[in-house]
């Protein structure tokens, strides 16, 4: 019987040396297919399916039968970068892929602010004047939203990650969940208009899947499961915001033709709390995808799975088993590994 379950997650995958973004913190496409050699070198890629069945088995008999080596793909935020770029190279190895789009970018063709950000920061070299254009509109608009000083949002927010320098971690965190809603949206999208483009819907077209795309994985066996309707930090909504945002996913997945009995909910930041659980569990979902760095375990909650960032294993098909990978291997030397932690390229 099988004792851990690896999950990666990706987000960007492109060429970046040919894009017009290429600081966008994505994965460069020639290591995209040279993670996925070492992958099928090391690991038996499982199906969404298969993951969904194992939990039920360990709920009822308290085991699951799946490959000692068992590793999910799971590709966040209906980028279109998934369907020209990853796509091919899943079908040609005749591998699924697992894929999470918020349907409001699909349905509408809004830039959602987290990627408004993601431009905004590829666009723009010099971190430090972007801190400089939030503290000017912080300023203009003090006394309206009765905000903080400056010095105390950014001693507060500025800290560095393990992916990213304390600046960029400010500008983050002040767009997309420090300040007040209005406030950051009307931010985010001055400097997306400055910096980046003032076409939303034409960029929205560019960046993420069309309801065809997504129906033409689906029909090649590739899975879709729900990321929310708005990408919205879910644990920090009262609970019939979030009936409303897991209720309108799943409408958009109806659609698909997805299987609603028993489903995967990927969440947006990784963000949840026992409210939404509840609701997930009333819907019938089976699993939740957390960005909790680690590996999966028989012992943990299945609404609460960990996940492995594409950046915590090698980028070459001919690497040796890196600690990751030996640990999913090798329970004698795994010890506590799961750990709060957020992905480099994708949602933050």
């Known amino acids: ?154 001693s507060k927010l500025a800290k560095p990650s393990r992916h990213d320098p304390a600046e960029t971690v400010f500008i983050k965190r002040a767009l997309q969940v420090a300040l007040p809603s209005a406030l950051r949206e009307t931010i985010t999208t001055d400097l997306f208009a400055k910096y980046v483009s003032s076409d939303e819907a034409g960029f929205a077209a560019e960046l993420y899947m069309s309801t065809e795309q997504l129906r033409c994985l689906a029909r090649n066996g590739m899975y879709i499961g729900s990321h929310g309707y708005h990408h919205s930090w879910l644990g920090h909504l009262p609970p019939e915001e979030q009936a409303q945002e897991v209720d309108r996913s799943l409408g958009f997945l109806a659609e698909l033709g997805v299987d609603l009995e028993g489903w995967i909910m990927c969440y947006p930041y990784g963000n949840s709390n026992e409210s939404l659980l509840e609701i997930l569990k009333q819907r019938r979902c089976a699993v939740g995808l957390t960005t909790r760095v680690g590996i999966v375990t028989n012992e943990l909650e299945p609404l609460l ?19 990751w990978t030996t640990k999913a291997l090798n329970p004698l030397i795994r010890g506590d590994e799961n750990q709060e932690g957020h992905s480099a390229v994708g949602n933050l």
């Open 1 to 154: 019987m099988a004792k851990t379950i690896t999950i990666v997650m990706y987000h960007y995958v492109r060429n970046l040396s040919r894009t017009r973004y290429p600081e966008i913190k994505g994965l460069d496409l020639p290591l995209f297919r040279e993670q996925l050699a070492y992958i099928r070198r090391h690991y038996e890629v499982i199906k969404a399916q298969d993951l969904i069945s194992a939990v039920k088995q360990q709920e009822e008999f308290g085991a699951w039968d799946l490959p000692d080596n068992a590793l999910l793909l799971t590709f966040d935020d209906g980028y279109s970068d998934h369907f020209q770029n990853v796509f091919p190279l899943l079908d040609e190895a005749r591998i699924q892929g697992s894929f999470f789009p918020p349907a409001k970018v699909i349905r509408e063709r809004k830039v959602l602010d987290v990627n408004k950000i993601h431009f905004i920061l590829a666009s723009v070299e010099n971190k430090q004047s972007l801190v400089g254009d939030i503290f000017e509109v912080l300023n203009r608009y003090r006394d309206e939203f009765q905000l903080e000083s400056n010095d105390s949002y950014y």
């Open 305 to 323: 799975l960990p996940r492995l960032d594409t950046n915590d294993l090698p980028k070459r098909a001919d690497s040796i088993p890196n600690d």
